[in-house]
C-alpha cells in the first residue's frame, strides 16, 4: 500500500480518524471504541484490523494500542488538520498579506485572532485595532502604518502618556500626506521626546503594532481599506511581530534624517 491510499483509508470515514483520536488517549476494546466513537463495534473491528495492517496499532492482553508509527501518523495528522483550519479562518487575511506570513515560524498562525470585514460590519477589523490599543496611556508603542488615517492619529494619541515609548514607521508617500493632511499634528508629534517617526526606503503595505505584548498585523486592499486583522498576545506571536516590525526598521532612518 501506498502512502496516499494509507491517508485516504484513514480518511474515509469520520469513525477512523475518531477511533484513530481515542487510541491516542489510552488503549481501548473494540467495544469500547465503538461506543466512544458512536460506530458499530464490527466498524470498530475493521478500522482497528486496518490500522494493524499498516502498523499504526497492536493488540496487547485484549486491548489496542497505538504503535511509535500509529503516534506518529496521529500527531501529523492533527497538525495537517489544524493547518488546513487554520488556512481556511485566514483565507481573507492571507489574501492580501501572503508575503508577510510566508516567513510565519509553524503554529504561529494558529494562536492568533481573526478579524475581518464583511458586508454588514466592514469596519470590524478596525474596530478589533482600536479594542486592543484602548485608550489608556501606554508603556511602549511600536507600529508600521502604511496609510494616513485621522482614527489611527487618535488613537496613538489616547495612548500617549508622559513615559510612553513610541515610535512609528511609514514610508515617504505617507510621509507626504501626513504632513499635508494634518500639519498640526505632525508638527506636535515630532517635538515630542519620547516619540519617533522613521521612514521606510520601500512602500509599505501593511500594518503592524506591538503595544504591550499584543502583537496586530493587519491587511489593506487596493483602495487602501483594512481587510483584515489579525491579533494575539501568546510569546510566539509577539516575538514573531516583533521580529516583522525589526525587519521594516531595519531598512528606515529617523525622519530628521530623511535627504530632501
Not at 93 to 106: K, M, Q, V
Not at 109 to 126: E, F, K, S, V, Y
Not at 155 to 179: H, K, Q
Request: hydrophobic content about 40%.
Amino acid at each position: 500500500m501506498s502512502a496516499r491510499e494509507d491517508v485516504a483509508f484513514l480518511v474515509g470515514s469520520q469513525s477512523r480518524e475518531a477511533i484513530l483520536r481515542a487510541l491516542a488517549v489510552e488503549p481501548h476494546r473494540p467495544t469500547e471504541l465503538a461506543e466512544r466513537c458512536d460506530c458499530a463495534r464490527e466498524t470498530a473491528q475493521r478500522t482497528l484490523a486496518g490500522f494493524c495492517d499498516r502498523g499504526w496499532v497492536k493488540k496487547a492482553d485484549g486491548l489496542y494500542h497505538l504503535t511509535p508509527g500509529g503516534t506518529m501518523v496521529h500527531e501529523q495528522y492533527e497538525r495537517f488538520t489544524e493547518a488546513v483550519e487554520c488556512a481556511d479562518r485566514m483565507s481573507e487575511f492571507l489574501a492580501d498579506a501572503a508575503e508577510i506570513c510566508e516567513n510565519a515560524p509553524p503554529g504561529v498562525l494558529g494562536q492568533m485572532n481573526i478579524t475581518t470585514a464583511a458586508d454588514n460590519d466592514p469596519h470590524a477589523p478596525l474596530n478589533r485595532y482600536l479594542t486592543i490599543v484602548g485608550n489608556e496611556p501606554v508603556d511602549r508603542f511600536r507600529g508600521v502604518a502604511p496609510i494616513v488615517s485621522r482614527v489611527f492619529n487618535e488613537s496613538a494619541e489616547a495612548v500617549l502618556g508622559e513615559n510612553t515609548r513610541m515610535e512609528l514607521i511609514v514610508d515617504r508617500g505617507v510621509l507626504e500626506r501626513s504632513i499635508d493632511a494634518y500639519p498640526d499634528s505632525f508638527e506636535r508629534a515630532r517635538e515630542l521626546d519620547q516619540f519617533e517617526l522613521r521612514i521606510a526606503e520601500e512602500s509599505l503595505d501593511f500594518g503592524l503594532l506591538v503595544v504591550d505584548g499584543h502583537g496586530i498585523v493587519s491587511a489593506y486592499d487596493e483602495h487602501n481599506n483594512m481587510t483584515a486583522l489579525v491579533d494575539g498576545d501568546a510569546p510566539e506571536v509577539v516575538s514573531w511581530v516583533e521580529s516583522l516590525y525589526e525587519s521594516v526598521r531595519s531598512t528606515s532612518v529617523p525622519v530628521g534624517r530623511l535627504e530632501p
